[in-house]
């Protein structure tokens, strides 16, 4: 089992950059392939990137793709995402989450561990 606590959520203006960091423990983090998802009020929850165990992999949701980056540390456990350019559009509770597969997936269902979110705000 694998537990997941995000960091790094706040309040940014539209063109702004941020850092969101998931910090993993529990079982083997390389095992896990990992994924970032966002919720918006009133909307369902949506993939915004995912990155397989070793990191060679990457795969972004066209929304943020270009301003965007995911990457993971597996020495120290964690997984990040970057992202650049922030619209309003962004503002959304984003979670981290792992499976425990080789392969990244897109859709929520496939991932078996979830944190708890952390809230961006992007204003205009």
């Known amino acids: 089992q694998v537990q997941l606590v995000e960091s790094g959520g706040g309040l940014v203006q539209a063109g702004g950059s941020l850092s969101l960091s998931c910090a993993a423990s529990?079982?083997?983090?390389?095992?896990?392939?990992m994924g970032w998802f966002r919720q918006a009020p009133g909307k369902e929850r949506e993939f915004v990137a995912a990155?397989?165990?070793?990191?060679?992999?990457?795969y972004y949701a066209d929304s943020v793709k270009g301003r965007s980056t995911i990457s993971r540390d597996n020495a120290k456990n964690t997984v990040d995402l970057q992202m650049n350019s922030l619209k309003p559009e962004d503002t959304a509770i984003y979670y981290c989450?792992?499976?425990?597969?080789?392969?990244?997936?897109?859709?929520?269902?496939?991932?078996?561990?979830w944190g708890q979110g952390t809230q961006l705000t992007v204003s205009s």
């Open positions: 990155i397989s165990r070793s990191g060679g992999s990457t």
């Open positions: 989450a792992a499976r425990i597969f080789r392969d990244y997936a897109t859709t929520a269902p496939a991932y078996g561990y």
């Open positions: 529990g079982r083997t983090f390389s095992s896990y392939s």
